[in-house]
């Protein structure tokens, strides 16, 4: 299950989001919401057990410290997405990320992010940059 491609949408009053219908497909009726790199992360409920199982798999081995595995409990919410597909944005998350009317949804292979539009433009050069790099190397195609 891939999450990829990009897609403009807004918040509704409430700090809804219309989960777009090809990414919606993809989740019961639960999302795992995190924050991330200056945006919002939402798992399916099985990427965000895989990747809880990897970090507690890393606390065991001591290559990562408890206190990650501790702050992404603490700071991730389990949201429903209702049937019109929306998802519900909790006010902190929101604010972490500088959310406000229109938000990017934008596919991240295993999950989706949501973005602030302007920090998504003020990094895309550089990943388009990066991404050139990466197939001229021949890590790509």
């Not at 399916?44 to 290559?63: D, H, I, K, N, Y």
């Not at 003020?122 to 890590?139: E, I, K, P, V, Y």
Request: proline share 4%; net charge negative.
């Amino acid at each position: 299950m891939l999450f990829v491609g990009t897609h403009e949408h807004s918040l509704d009053e409430k700090g809804r989001v219309v989960l777009p219908a090809k990414f919606r497909s993809r989740f019961s009726a639960e999302a795992f919401i995190s924050p991330a790199a200056n945006c919002i992360a939402i798992y399916t409920p099985e990427a965000f057990a895989e990747m809880v199982a990897r970090l507690q798999t890393q606390v065991q081995e001591g290559s990562v410290e408890l206190k990650v595995l501790r702050r992404l409990a603490a700071s991730s919410d389990e949201q429903r997405i209702d049937s019109q597909g929306r998802l519900s944005i909790p006010h902190r998350l929101r604010e972490f990320a500088s959310l406000e009317n229109e938000v990017l949804l934008c596919g991240a292979i295993t999950h989706i992010e949501i973005w602030n539009p302007d920090d998504w433009e003020g990094m895309a050069d550089d990943l388009d940059r990066s991404l050139a790099d990466t197939f001229w190397q021949g890590g790509g195609i």
